[in-house]
């Protein structure tokens, strides 16, 4: 079974790079079908995409997140990673990494999630 | 403000049937593409409940239901449940963002 797990720095200052990698087991990053995705969900609010990345490195962004946010993928270690610069209070949100079926648009797997809080 | 329309709540008494609407445009639902739905619980993730528009994963029981109709699309509960008081998301791909879109998502209760 696949399982996702975030990791990264709970707390980031305003104006700083927040950081996150996703860990990936049970399956490889470099499969067919699939692509690695960032979803957030601040505090008392809905879920929302991100980002993903395809294993060859192709990546869609959010188009009012795009000038922000950067997707990449160390496929030698399994593992998919997100940066957001320039962050305010208003990224202050749980993170998830999530799978995505190329064939539907979907998300199979999702990770636990990841606080991450912006103040200083 | 989401691209896709969930009402904020729904209620329901236990046994009862309920659906929750998800309402797109002509660039994601209305645009032919697939309908999916998660539950999440409170302090967890959302986990699949509804793929590919009428889809369920194995281990997800057949009181939950999908469908569409142009722009719109539907999630059925029937033999409502406690266990179903949850959050509930439709999910789509739109044409214009070039990726994924979220409802706002509706609360069940069960009264």
């Known amino acids: 079974q696949v399982q996702l797990q975030e990791s990264g720095p709970g707390l980031v200052k305003p104006s700083q790079t927040l950081s996150l990698t996703c860990t990936v087991s049970?399956?490889?990053?470099?499969?067919?079908?699939?692509?690695w995705s960032w979803i957030r969900q601040r505090p008392g609010k809905g879920l929302e995409w991100i980002g993903y990345?395809?294993?060859?490195?192709?990546?869609y962004y959010s188009p009012p997140l795009k000038s922000r946010v950067s997707i990449s993928v160390d496929t030698s270690k399994n593992k998919v990673f997100l940066n957001v610069t320039f962050v305010s209070a208003a990224d202050t949100a749980v993170y998830y990494c999530?799978?995505?079926?190329?064939?539907?648009?979907?998300?199979?797997?999702w990770g636990q999630g990841t606080l991450v809080s912006v103040s200083s | 403000q989401s691209m896709l329309t969930q009402p904020p709540s729904v209620t329901g008494a236990p046994g009862q049937r309920i659906t929750i609407s998800c309402t797109g445009s002509?660039?994601?639902?209305?645009?032919?593409?697939?309908v999916h739905w998660y539950r999440q619980l409170p302090g967890t993730a959302p986990e699949r409940l509804i793929y590919?528009?009428?889809k369920r994963p194995s281990g997800v029981p057949d009181r939950f239901s999908g469908s569409k109709s142009g722009a719109s699309a539907s999630l059925a509960i029937t033999g409502l449940q406690t266990e179903d008081e949850a959050d509930y998301y439709c999910?789509?791909?739109?044409?214009?963002?070039?990726?994924?879109?979220f409802g706002g998502g509706t609360k069940v209760t069960v009264l």
């Open positions: 999530a799978r995505g079926l190329i064939a539907y648009g979907n998300f199979d797997y």
């Open positions: 049970g399956g490889t990053i470099r499969t067919d079908g699939y692509y």
């Open positions: 990345i395809y294993y060859n490195g192709d990546t």
């Open positions: 002509s660039s994601n639902i209305g645009a032919n593409y697939d």
């Open positions: 590919g528009t009428d």
């Open positions: 999910q789509s791909y739109d044409n214009s963002l070039r990726g994924a879109v």
